[in-house]
């Protein structure tokens, strides 16, 4: 039966229903405030953190060189999901062509493998700081620091790309609703009418690559971090250790682990499905949330942010 609908290639479909949240009919305006609020919040604080990093020299450290990338990154990746979000819940037009919906499942891809990458690199600087201090300086220069950022960036381009690639060659016939608020891999494969095999083969390679490795090398960061920091016999000398580091570890707990639960959460059969809300853990909230976990508790980031205020204040008046 399927063979007979492949060769009916007049029901080759080319748009896709992305159904959203619309199981929550009575709240669509309520969902469009907060998630405009929310992505307004994010362009903001993620831009006043890149304006903080550029402007004040106490923060041209390898740290915030890294920070400022997350900060550009999570702009675009924002960008990419919640504005055809907000147009839908405000429309209710949920239709997206499936050049569009394959133009966004790339860009998902890229950037969340390429936070994922960051925030390896991130780790493994304060690694360095931390369990190797005296070599810091001269293991952490500029040259390595634009390296690891510029690995992380095309290493994810050129790999998602591949799979974006793999991915075009899939032909859907219906049906072409997908139960989620943007494209996803997962969702997609299931509609499509092809052979999946290579795609489902790619995709646990692209898995492992661009997310599990970057994890296990975070983890295992993590780890030397604990053990040289439980080794320090002040509490003074502990505290003052885990706070170069806590804002980071905040950060990548509230990503890999709505990632994981997101991923690993058995299907539900239900009329909600609970992994579409947890999906909005990881793609609407953490670009929001990582520069406020940082400008909160990081001193340097709040004394660089008086400084551009008091400025802006002496401009004013």
Known sequence: MRNAVQENRTATVTDFLLLGFGELHGLQIILFLVFLVVYILTILANFLTILLILTDLHLHTPMYFFLGNLSCLEMIYSSTIVPKMLASL????????LKGCMTQLYFFGFLASTECCLLSVMSYDRFLAICRPLHYATSMKNRLCIQLAAASWINSMVLTSIYSVVMSKLWFCGPNEIDHFFCESLPLIGLSCSDTTLV???SIFMTFILTFLPFILTVISYACIINTISRIPSSTGRQKAF???????IVVSLFYGTLFITYLMPES???INPSKFFSVLYTVLPPF???VIYSLRNRDV???????????WKVIF
Request: proline content about 3%; charged content about 20%; overall charge positive.
């Open 90 to 97: 405000l429309t209710g037009d949920k239709s997206i062509s």
């Open 243 to 249: 706070s170069t580091c806590s804002s980071h570890l």
């Open 269 to 271: 059969k239900g009329i």
């Open 200 to 202: 489902k083969y790619v």
């Open 289 to 291: 949330f990582n520069p």
């Open 302 to 312: 709040k004394e660089a942010l008086n400084k551009l205020l008091h400025q802006f």
